[in-house]
């Protein structure tokens, strides 16, 4: 079983619709929890990370995370053909011998006009 | 302009040929990391670098080798490359929290 699990899509939305990405995690020691974006030909470039249980809003994007349930969700409302993305959940342990970064294989969105 | 930067970004090549990629960051970042990413496998850690001199193992080392001898660069290297190391390739910087990592564009490589 990997660490981190993830939907690979793809998933296509009308434009203005609301999306909602998910992962699910297996190790309760994970500390940060991220989401980045990677478009084609591109490197990842991080959305948004959070530390806690909760939620987090950044303008149209909204990250939420369950530890009890070890569940990471994005949200994204108001979606726009710029967001068409591969979307990747990644999670980080902080130690003192190596930060250990663990990502998700990614969603591939396609948001159409 | 803060950025990472990898070189080539597209590589072919023939098994057994010896190849480098180069990796530098403007940053001042002490993390780097090498990544490759594979169709239905995600990113995966190749080496890492806390710091200048200080490299080690990520998940999937085997036939990569790396180096950090100065604080900006952190080159890949391939010492005989096999066609299962045909990927897209990542280099990555951060501060030593790791939060917010930067990549470069990528590499492309091919093994023929």
Known sequence: QKEVEQDPGPLSVPEGAIVSLNCTYSNSAFQYFMWYRQYSRK?????????SSGNKEDGRFTAQVDKSSKYISLFIRDSQPSDSATYLCATLILTGGGNKLTFGTGTQLKVEL | EAQVTQNPRYLITVTGKKLTVTCSQNMNHEYMSWYRQDP?????????????????????????????????????????????????????????????????????????
């Not at chain 2, 496998?41 to 080690?56: A, C, F, P």
């Not at chain 2, 990569?64 to 100065?70: D, G, I, N, P």
């Open chain 1, 43 to 51: 490197g990842p470039e991080l959305l948004m990370y959070t530390y």
């Open chain 2, 40 to 112: 239905g496998l995600g990113l995966r850690q190749i080496y890492y670098s806390m710091n200048v001199e200080v490299t080690d193992k990520g998940d999937v080392p085997e036939g990569y080798k790396v180096s950090r001898k100065e604080k900006r660069n952190f080159p890949l290297i391939l010492e005989s490359p096999s066609p299962n190391q045909t990927s897209l390739y990542f280099c990555a910087s951060s501060t030593r929290a790791a939060e917010t990592q930067y990549f470069g564009p990528g590499t492309r490589l091919l093994v023929l």
